[in-house]
Nanobody, 122 residues
Framework: QVQVVQSGGGLVHPGGSLRLSCTVSGNVFRGFDMAWYRQAPGKQRELVADISVSGITHYRNSVKGRFTISRDNAKNTMYLQMNNLQPEDTAVYYC????????????????WGQGTQVTVSS
């Protein structure tokens, strides 16, 4: 069975940094597009960034220049490096390890990570 395990969340002050990790068991990681989503309380889940099998990346405008999505096939792991964090970045962040990109849009399928809390507060 495939497992998706996230780590790296926490509490930081504005301007701080965190790195999220998403490790996938089995061989599925190498063959699928992947993405990071987030969901704040009372809000819709939103796409933060996605990365194709070939390494092409997309970011929502509000995180461009601050966040970096990457993947390491040797470790079966996807990362989200988050710099200059702001209070509006506070949310539960979710890894999607099995999606596909069509026409520039990301379509999540499964599986999902368990979610990890990121809180930015002064």
């Amino acid at each position: 069975q495939v497992q998706v395990v996230q780590s790296g969340g926490g509490l930081v002050h504005p301007g701080g940094s965190l790195r999220l990790s998403c490790t996938v068991s089995g061989n599925v990681f190498r063959g699928f597009d992947m993405a990071w989503y987030r969901q704040a309380p009372g809000k819709q889940r939103e796409l933060v960034a996605d990365i194709s099998v070939s390494g092409i990346t997309h970011y929502r405008n509000s995180v461009k220049g601050r966040f970096t999505i990457s993947r390491d096939n040797a470790k079966n792991t996807m990362y989200l490096q988050m710099n200059n964090l702001q209070p509006e970045d506070t949310a539960v962040y979710y890894c999607n390890a099995d999606g596909y990109i069509n026409g520039g849009d990301y379509f999540p399928q499964g599986p999902w990570g368990q979610g990890t809390q990121v809180t930015v507060s002064s």
